[in-house]
């Protein structure tokens, strides 16, 4: 049984910053690509950001620049360091982390975090 667990959102201003971590708990064997996705209100869930397990990033574009994904490898844990934000960041954030557990590789998702910007 596998678990992550989503922390640091909330309500920010238009400017302002916020992180976001994501902990996976439960019995793993090792991690590979990690990444946060976000679901505005009627929309689908988009990829922001995602990394690999030797650590190269990638972005989407609305938020290259802005966002820093990085994670701990000891800790099973990724981030999310946003920036510069804008009222369009509004979303639930998820985290996704391929996990390799006793069988072969599985994505696993976060509940979600909501993350309000303000303008």
């Known amino acids: 049984q596998v678990q992550l667990v989503e922390s640091g959102g909330g309500l920010v201003q238009a400017g302002g910053s916020m992180r976001l971590s994501c902990a996976a708990s439960?019995?793993?064997?090792?991690?590979?690509?990690m990444a946060w996705y976000r679901q505005a209100p009627g929309k689908q869930r988009d990829l922001v950001a995602g990394?690999?397990?030797?650590?190269?990033?990638n972005y989407s574009d609305s938020v290259k620049g802005r966002f820093t994904i990085s994670r701990d490898n000891a800790k099973n844990t990724v981030y999310l360091q946003m920036d510069s934000l804008k009222p369009e960041d509004t979303a639930i954030y998820y985290c996704?982390?391929?996990?390799?557990?006793?069988?072969?590789?599985?994505?696993?998702w976060g509940q979600g975090t909501q993350v309000i910007v303000s303008s």
């Open positions: 996704n982390a391929n996990v390799l557990t006793l069988g072969p590789s599985t994505a696993y």
């Open positions: 439960g019995t793993i064997f090792g991690i590979g690509s």
């Open positions: 990394i690999s397990r030797g650590g190269n990033p």
